[in-house]
């Protein structure tokens, strides 16, 4: 199976108009002409998935993912009910759903799938793919859009879906839901009278057509909050799809972009842009954030620890820190010694003391024992086991164990190896008691697939504050 | 005819999970219960309703959203099934609902007499949102009585809470002219949150109470804070503070239910009573009545 890849890219508008009432507006019909230029598009790429992140579909527990195969409603819009219903029947790529939630999950983030009768599919979602999909010949996904994450949980969502886009070899299109502007009129208004709400807004919004015009994707995504707060009605519906489209096209500056169309709806900004991934040469690379390959758990919305289950410890230090507990518990972490045969990688979190990541001796792979740590900032998904005083803490020994099995995999996957050559396990718990059924559990979705041996042991401590800790040992001959 | 009255307003919030943890026959998931402090408010609150007669409920939820103008559901009945976009796991409900249309475009009409954009919504393929439904059967769950529902303007979100204030004010205003014009007994709902700061994570089990707490102090002050406005009767210092409110507790009243509650209840100065307070995965929530039947002249 070849890598899979993203096919093209586009930036849709969400409101009902374009399906529901094209005739009654110049501009809505030629919104409307442009998404079938864009159906048209997606089907002379032979795309076998459309991904869709809508800003219509809310969230709170993370990011939810679509997972019913064929969810049936009929739609009415909150605002604009008296334009008509959308009887919606789609095509949801269910598998690839769960494998999309399941590397969510790989990569730190919190996420869940849905898959229940009449769940209320959101009007952004339901207008792109009536419209991009029109006999929903081409299987689907669809994400939520969390109220709560900022950049870096938007972007490994994107890069969680690029995990299974290419392990897949799938052929994707990737969608955003949303406004440019979306202040609307806040009074009704005769179709005949439709304009952007504003000049700024119009000149926000020529701004962002400008780059994407230009390819220039990760640009916007560099100006996103800038955007938000020019133009966008605060709250929910942030202009947080640029940080996931610009991930899904790895965050690039010089894709050949195209804009089919551009007209207020009730005053908001709509758009249809197709972005593809042929380079166009036209872009520098300007990409001053951190490129996050997983999520630390770093919300910060009130910019205090809870002490609830959340994934991480907002009491964990920085990244320029050196300890999981602060205080001066842990030990120093050291470069990677780099003897013949070793194998070190950035992706993995440094050692705890003179040694690599790994060792290949022949054809064998020798891993030095891996924790959850995550590398970069040294936090620990699931929290640690103690606090800076030492005093215990709650924690997560099922996203511990889903981190230890990244750090492996990133490890292995340096080496040149993959998962399924790993032949011999020995696992090292704190906790045996407490911990044994849920670390288990995550062997049994992870490493238990591939069917290594393994040796589960209790010990009484492990040098940074974790509860879980693996021995590995690959076999690289066929 | 006689005057219209409003015969209690009550702040009635619509978490899911208390319907949920209730395991009534309308919703499919089971619980194992859950957020007894707040199902036992509610069954306070009702018990003070039991013996009051009224003819309809007025109620404003911040799940109808709406961004262009005040919205009224305009159809007399509306069935169906509501799953909870955010927390399907927990509300899939099949609601049965009368609406009292006459009432609701009296207010309606009334509002659009004082300069408000206001709409009827008469398509029969909406979809009730799940803040009413969840309000609806917590206050009622026999549903016995016709509902007037008014949708929330996000005027909070597009200017800010003063000017959201003073449009709920304004509708709240109208809203008690439409009631007392149309010579019924009214109960008027909230349906909204306190401090509305959730968590992002879920236990595995939704129900488990030794993970439910406030998120923060902070919230716990704030929502104390006005519970003891309540409490005391000085809805007025409610509203003064609403903006500082809104804000830092990232409180719920950003949709206007509660300043317009306030409002149609012409801003009382009796004391309220409160049923329950609880936080439900993270956010505080409290049931509180205010009982103008027992302060005729003080309202409507």
Redesign the interface.
């Known amino acids: 199976m070849s890598d899979g890849e993203v096919v093209a890219s586009f930036v849709v508008p969400v409101h009902p108009h374009t399906v529901l009432a094209p005739d009654q507006n110049p501009g809505w019909q030629r919104l409307r002409n442009a998404y079938d230029q864009a159906a048209k598009t997606i089907q002379d790429v032979d795309a076998d998935l459309i991904i869709v992140y809508s800003t219509t579909?809310?969230?709170?527990?993370?990011h939810?993912i679509q997972a019913d195969p064929n969810p049936e409603w009929?739609m009415?819009d909150?605002?604009?009910?008296?334009l008509?219903?959308i009887h919606y029947s789609l095509n949801i790529d269910a598998d690839f759903a769960h494998a999309w939630n399941e590397a969510n999950h790989q990569r730190g983030l919190?996420s869940r799938c849905?898959n229940?009768?009449?769940?209320?599919i959101?009007v952004g979602s339901v207008v792109a793919l009536t419209l991009l999909n029109p006999d929903q010949r081409i299987p689907a996904v669809i994400v939520s859009s969390?109220m709560?994450a900022n950049r870096s949980e938007t972007t490994v969502l994107a890069k969680a879906c690029l995990d299974v886009v290419k392990a897949q070899g799938r052929r994707a299109v990737a969608v955003t839901a949303m406004s440019l502007s979306n202040?609307?009129?806040?009074?009704?208004i005769e179709p005949e009278a439709d304009a952007i709400h504003s000049l700024k807004d119009d000149e926000w919004n020529q701004k962002i057509l400008e780059f994407l015009e230009e390819g220039r994707l990760e640009d916007v995504g560099q100006l996103s909050r800038t955007i938000h707060q020019q133009i966008r009605?605060?709250?929910v519906v942030a202009f947080k799809p640029m940080w996931w489209l610009s991930a899904m096209n790895g965050n690039r500056n010089d894709l050949t972009g195209s804009v089919l169309a551009y007209e207020p709806i009730?005053g908001a900004g709509g758009a249809v842009v197709a972005l593809d991934p042929t380079p166009s040469g036209a872009g520098d690379k300007e990409y001053d954030e951190d490129d996050v390959e997983h999520y630390q758990g770093d919300?910060g919305?009130?910019d205090?620890a809870?002490d609830?289950?959340?994934?991480t410890d907002a009491s964990i230090p920085a990244p320029e820190a050196a300890s999981t507990s602060g205080k001066g518990l842990d030990p120093a972490l050291w470069d990677p010694t780099n003897a013949e045969g070793s194998v070190n990688t950035d992706a993995a979190p440094k050692p705890v003391g003179a040694y690599p990541h790994a060792r290949r001796v022949g054809d064998m792979l020798y891993l030095s024992g891996v924790g959850p740590r995550q590398p970069g900032t040294n936090a620990i998904p699931g929290g640690p086991i103690h606090d800076a005083e030492g005093t215990p803490l709650d924690y997560d020994v099922k996203a511990q164990t889903h981190a230890v099995v990244a750090n492996i995999q990133r490890i292995v996957e340096e080496a040149g190896a993959r998962m399924d050559q790993i032949v011999d396990v020995t696992t090292f718990l704190i906790d045996m008691k407490r911990d044994f059924s849920g670390y288990n559990e995550v062997w049994a979705e992870t490493l238990g697939r591939y069917g290594p041996t393994r040796t589960t042991l209790a010990i009484d401590a492990l040098p940074t504050p974790i509860a879980v800790e693996m021995k590995v040992i690959v076999h690289l001959g066929e | 005819m006689a005057k219209g009255t409003i015969v209690a307003g009550c702040l009635a919030p619509h978490p899911p999970h208390l319907v949920y943890a209730e395991n009534p026959p309308q919703n499919e998931p089971v619980a194992e219960g859950g957020w007894e402090q707040l199902r036992w408010g509610y069954e306070r609150l009702r018990a003070s309703m039991a013996d009051l007669d009224y003819d309809a409920i007025v109620v404003l939820s911040p799940h109808?959203?709406?961004?262009?103008?005040t919205?009224f559901l305009g159809l007399p009945h509306f069935e169906?099934?509501s799953?909870d976009?955010?927390?399907?796991?927990l509300f899939?409900y099949h609601y049965d609902m009368k609406v009292d249309v006459d009432l609701a475009k009296a207010i309606h009409d009334e509002a659009e007499a004082a300069g408000m954009?206001v709409?009827m919504?008469?398509?029969p393929?909406?979809?009730v949102?799940y803040g009413t439904i969840t309000t609806g059967h917590l206050f009622n769950p026999e549903w016995d009585k016709p509902l007037v529902v008014i949708?929330s303007?996000?005027?909070t979100?597009?200017y800010s809470v003063e000017v959201m204030q003073e449009m709920m004010m304004e509708l709240g205003r109208v809203t008690r002219r439409a009631i007392e014009a149309s010579g019924k007994r009214v109960v008027v709902l909230a349906s909204n949150s306190l401090s509305h700061?959730?968590?992002?994570?879920?236990?595995d089990m939704p129900e488990d109470m030794s993970?439910e707490?406030i998120?923060?102090h902070a919230m716990h002050l704030w929502d104390m804070r006005m519970i003891e406005y309540m409490r005391s009767g000085q809805a007025q210092r409610i509203l003064d503070e609403m903006p500082e409110f809104t804000e830092q507790a990232i409180a719920e009243s950003?949709g206007g239910g509660l300043s317009w509650l306030l409002s149609t209840l012409d801003v009382p100065s009796y004391p309220a009573i409160l049923h329950g307070y609880g936080t439900i995965?993270?956010t505080g929530n409290a049931v509180v009545e205010w009982p103008c039947y027992a302060h005729e002249g003080a309202s409507a």
Request: proline letters at 6%; aromatic letters at 14%; zero cysteines.
């Open positions: 579909w809310p969230s709170i527990i993370g939810q009929v009415v909150h605002d604009f009910h008296d008509g219903s919190q849905v229940y009768k009449g769940f209320p959101d969390n709560y202040r609307m009129f806040t009074d009704f009605v605060q709250k009730h919300r919305v009130l205090q809870t609830n289950d959340e994934t | 109808w959203q709406t961004y262009v103008g919205h169906g099934l799953v976009p955010i927390f399907p796991n899939r954009p709409k919504m008469e398509n393929d909406f979809r949102d949708s303007n996000r005027s979100a597009y700061r959730h968590f992002t994570t879920e236990s993970k707490h998120t923060s950003d995965i993270g």
